[in-house]
């Protein structure tokens, strides 16, 4: 055998081995009643044909390798960017289990965050004992100083009122009458973590602006000049948000960052655990009713917690997850009118840079076709993006996507030139876009981790933009936003067209005739 | 062998330099050491020079003798193409140190020559002479002399040390060195009426290959090319070609004159840039072979491929003139000659606003006068606030110009296409052109001028500049 107590090999080598690759391919013959490699061979190349596309798309009940995620992940990002916040998910634990593990793999921190861990007779009775002991058992565990009540599908369906269960809680003696429990219905069966993400941040503003579920007196809204920023669920919002609160310090703008989730996705490794860290002040969360304004970064992950704003006499805007020069532009004259204080010259010259940056590297990305894949409002802010670097923005996918957004995708488009035989797919997942991709090939595929098979199959060399992204490591700490966003968005795709020059000429005396120090 | 003085006074009173023939005898004998500026940035200096009209020969093994700085910034970074050996591009060099001064180099310098051949045993060893090792009185000729005939291979000492002069003085001393040493020392498995060689191409992006097919097609065989894509063995028996295509002629045009005068291969000045270039120098080519005695049966066969490929890149260039027409171009080279890409981008619709003469001779002067009239822009040295002020003003839609100009260009705000050594197409022959003009749509067309042209537009009055 190959395999021997000396030295053991592992996966990447043991079924190397010849007498693996003996084993396999016997199994295959005698047991597997493998149909012949040319049938597979003809079933595979047929999968690239233009009549396979129009049958996949034509694909009603079924979703393939679909690009978004549950609502519920989404409220647990909204909730940890609170001071002090436990997220607590009511309903199946194995859910949360998902939401901590997925967080984790992106950016490589822990997440804190608790189930009410529902089994069969919470099903048939309903979750209320399961609320009562477990809001009990995490306050007295964890120390928290909110905890914030999102749900999974299973307490959806049965239909367990949250207003009622944490009243009753509290009631019962959880928690203190007058400790903050903010709450929102979650179900993953509708929308996706953008919605998720949206209904936490908006339930928990309400909460402190509403009288915090009859526990205290409405907020009456004292206006101030203050700005509040709402990033949305966002994969780089580390690097984002610590960029975004640099950008209003140099325009000495004062603002609230709602949901500031940039230190407890980044805490320091120094002998101490942080359970929570960072976050906005729960003082903050209640006294942004009195802003002047509320700017969201992403429209797609903030409609109803905007609406809820704008309720209040608050003026607010939406962008979508701007990247780039003008992009960049609109963003910052829109927070100088409202806070009517100059763009200073250092933000003057970080966009000359980004021009500047730009225009060295035009030549090699002009006219490049790109498919794009990922939420709605990045993916609309990468297209314009690429529009303005002379790209051409291909594909563009969201699976998470709809008609309406789907109308502003084809205006971006139809804006310039390079969006001319542009296309945009609303509702569609990642095997759509593998029909496109075989059908209408591009340069590159902005996408996240899933993207790689993709790129495997395709062949279409993948840059990872995008959440999650799980194979690479530490991209979260880089801002994708402001013009330093913009040359970190340029960078990362210079680097993948530079890489695949270089991988298409390094093989020795054989295609390295174009192998180059310079590029 | 000739000292170094003796060799530099050979190389200013080139005979055949258009530059020397316009001068008056005092002049001459002054040289063509154009007097540096101390203080003034400038180009590169002799060794550089000569390492980039040498380091084309792909088989060989070029050794730099001198500290690190010489090989480390000049190794690799040309885009000179091959088609099959890479030796070149492995950088080799003594990288002396202090001890190295003191006692000198010359040991050090034999061992590496050792090291390489019993390594990596290429068909030549170059060895090239910098400022430091030449200080300290290192003979590298004498290393190379007992080098070669210790290992029984060709050692050739390329000496150019930078403070010798400009780095065109370098091209030709790096040319001396074949002539010296490498040229007339082997012959050919056969020859034909139809080999010519040509000089001063350096395969840069692979220009070379762009236009070797026209010559295949004409039954032309390029029996050496010095020196891009060139073997050792090419050039040391390039003295058998029957004719010479000197394409740049201020980098070798010793090489071109002196195998006149030593073999009897006539030589013609001629450009892979632009349409009609391209087809005179196809014409030159079949013309000078058949004066040598090859059938004159090539000279219809020329034609033929001339009319062909002319129509066939106008008809490719055709959907870019409109979108060109009446752009206006500023034109700042370095050793492309700049006339040739005038006559091109006006074929292409274009006008020239203004082109560089830095490096033309009086004759280049003259037909950049007659293609732009006499209002031409001719634009002599430059210093960088000059161009930027020039730039500002010249109200060009783009500028064409080698890579250190660009970043001057982008400041003023200045669309920039790279057309220097650095660039990243091939822009030679028939093909090349149609590659420039695509290039020059793509980058007028291309979105970030808008941006680099306007102010923030939170920062009135937002006016193109």
Known sequence: MTQSADKVLDHFELFRQPEYKEMLENKRKNFENPLPAEEVERVREWTKTADYREKNFAREGLTVNPAKACQPLGAVFAAVGFEGTLPFVHGSQGCVAYYRSHFSRHFKEPTSCVSSSMTEDAAVFGGLNNMVDGLANSYALYKPKMIAVSTTCMAEVIGDDLNAFIKTSKEKGSVPQEFDVPFAHTPAFVGSHITGYDNVMKGILEHFWNGKAGTAPKLERAPNGKINFIGGFDGYTVGNLREIKRIFNLMQVEHTILGDTSDVWDTPTDGQFRMYDGGTTLEEAANAIHAKATISMQQYCTEKTLKLVAEQGQEVLAFNHPVGVAATDKFLMEIARISGKEIPDDLARERGRLVDAIADSSSHIHGKKFAIYGDPDLCLGLAGFLLELGAEPTHVLATNGNKEWATRVQALLDSSPFGKNCHVYAGKDLWHMRSLLFTEPVDFLIGNTYGKYLERDTGTPLIRIGFPVFDRHHHHRYPVWGYQGGMNVLVRILDKIFDEIDSHSNIPAKNDFSFDIIR | ?465
């Not at chain 2, 002539?179 to 220009?207: A, K, R």
């Not at chain 2, 390029?222 to 201020?250: F, N, P, Q, W």
């Open chain 2, 1 to 465: 062998m000739t000292s170094l003085s003796e060799k530099l006074l050979q190389v200013f009173e080139e005979p055949a330099c258009g530059k020397n023939l316009a001068k008056a005898d005092k002049e001459r004998k002054q040289g063509c050491t154009k007097q540096l500026s101390p203080g003034a940035a400038a180009g590169g200096c002799a060794f550089d020079g000569a390492k980039i009209a040498l380091q084309p020969i792909t088989d060989v093994a070029h050794l730099v003798h001198g500290p690190i700085a010489c090989e480390g910034h000049s190794w690799d970074n040309r885009h000179s193409l091959s088609s099959g050996a890479t030796t070149y591009r492995t950088g080799f060099t003594t990288d002396i140190s202090e001890l190295d001064i003191v006692y000198g180099a010359e040991k050090r310098l034999y061992k590496a020559v050792k090291e390489i051949i019993e390594k990596y045993d290429p068909p030549a060893v170059f060895v090239y002479q910098t400022c430091v090792t030449a200080l300290i009185g290192d003979d590298i000729e004498v290393v190379c002399k007992a080098a070669s005939s210790k290992f029984g291979k060709p050692v050739i000492p390329v000496n150019a040390p930078g403070f010798a002069g400009v780095k065109n003085l370098g091209n030709k001393l790096g040319g001396e060195a074949l002539l010296d040493y490498v040229i007339g020392t082997q012959t050919p498995p056969f020859t034909t009426p139809y080999d010519i060689n040509i000089i001063g191409e350096f395969n840069l992006s692979g220009e070379l290959w762009q236009v070797k097919p026209l010559l295949d097609a004409m039954g032309v065989r390029v029996l050496a090319c010095i020196s891009g894509d060139a073997r050792y063995a090419e050039v040391a028996y390039s003295h058998h070609a029957r004719a010479t295509m000197m394409v740049c002629s201020k980098a070798m045009i010793n090489v071109a004159r002196k195998m006149e005068e030593r073999y009897g291969i006539p030589f013609f000045e001629g450009s892979f840039y632009g349409i009609g270039d391209m087809s005179d120098s196809l014409r030159q080519i079949a013309r000078l072979l058949v004066e040598r005695g090859a059938p004159d049966d090539i000279l219809a066969r020329t034609e033929r491929l001339i009319a062909s490929e002319e129509a066939r890149a106008w008809a490719r260039i055709e959907p870019y003139k409109q979108r060109l027409r009446g752009r206006k171009v500023l034109l700042i080279t370095g050793g492309v000659k700049s006339w040739s890409v005038v006559a091109a981008l006006q074929e292409a619709g274009m006008e020239i606003v203004g082109t560089s003469v830095k490096k033309s001779t009086k004759e280049d002067k003259d037909r950049i006068k007659e293609l732009m009239g006499d209002e031409a822009h001719m634009i002599e040295d430059m210093t960088p606030r000059e161009m930027y002020k020039m730039l500002k003003e010249a109200r060009a839609d783009i500028m064409l110009s080698g890579g250190r100009s660009q970043f001057v260009a982008l400041k003023a705000k200045m669309p920039w296409l790279d057309i220097n050594q650095e660039r990243h197409y091939a822009y030679a022959g028939y093909e090349g052109m149609v590659s420039l003009v695509h290039e020059i749509d793509k980058t007028l067309s291309n979105p970030v001028w808008d941006h680099v042209r306007a102010r923030p537009p939170w920062d009135p009055p937002n006016t193109a500049a």
